[in-house]
T-cell receptor, first 112, second 115 residues
């Protein structure tokens, strides 16, 4: 079936890099996404990567995709306290219709 | 542009009562989604509309949940009767179209507590 797995918690020091990892099951996924959720808010799209790419960089964010291992990672450079949130990895569901399958989320805590 | 609007923000009801949530998507967005997010889990799709037609409701517990999008704009999600396990955040999202590169935009959600 379709499944997305993430580690549940990550703690980093302010100014360090954060790396959030995700594994997915559907090798036919065309797009893979990272969303950010702050307390009491909805999900905000951070970035996405198309399946024919290995890497995508967007300012402080770097997404790495290893299709062989079905592994996706999000690196946040120079992590700030404002980056504290829950980060969700998502893959496209099969059967079309733009359906997203989300992981359980990784809670990132940034401390001074 | 204005984002996805949802109301109410919070709702507390007793089990076996009914409840309704409202969503207004981003103007011009044809596709609307309702997701359920149980505490500690990722969002799970309940139902997806393209304009006023349902394209996926395979995960919707149809014995108690219903949703409609009559004029292809606003949508309501109803639960009747509610169970304790329905306690969750109900997120509405919209996208411009059904295509794979059309990103989803989420509202802030309605937090439902069933006692």
């Amino acid at each position: 079936g379709e499944d997305v797995e993430q580690s549940l918690f990550l703690s980093v020091r302010e100014g360090d890099s954060s790396v959030i990892n995700c594994t997915y099951t559907d090798s036919s996924s065309t797009y893979l996404y990272w969303y950010k959720q702050e307390p009491g808010a909805g999900l905000q799209l951070l970035t996405y990567i198309f399946s024919n790419m290995d890497m995508k960089q967007d300012q402080r964010l770097t997404v790495l995709l290893n299709k062989k291992d079905k592994h996706l990672s999000l690196r946040i450079a120079d992590t700030q306290t404002g980056d504290s949130a829950i980060y969700f990895c998502a893959q496209r569901g099969s059967g079309g219709y733009n359906k997203l399958i989300f992981g359980a989320g990784t809670r990132l805590a940034v401390h001074p | 542009e204005a984002g996805v609007a949802q109301s109410p923000r919070y709702k507390i009801i007793e089990k076996r009562q009914s409840v309704a949530f409202w969503c207004n998507p981003i103007s011009g967005h044809a596709t609307l989604y309702w997701y359920q997010q149980i505490l500690g889990q990722g969002p799970k799709l309940l139902i997806q509309f393209q304009n006023n037609g349902v394209v996926d409701d395979s995960q919707l517990p149809k014995d108690r949940f219903s949703a409609e999008r009559l004029k292809g704009v606003d949508s309501t999600l109803k639960i009747q009767p509610a169970k304790l396990e329905d306690s969750a955040v109900y997120l509405c999202a919209s996208s411009l179209e059904l295509s794979y590169n059309s990103p989803l935009h989420f509202g802030n959600g309605t937090r439902l507590t069933v006692t």
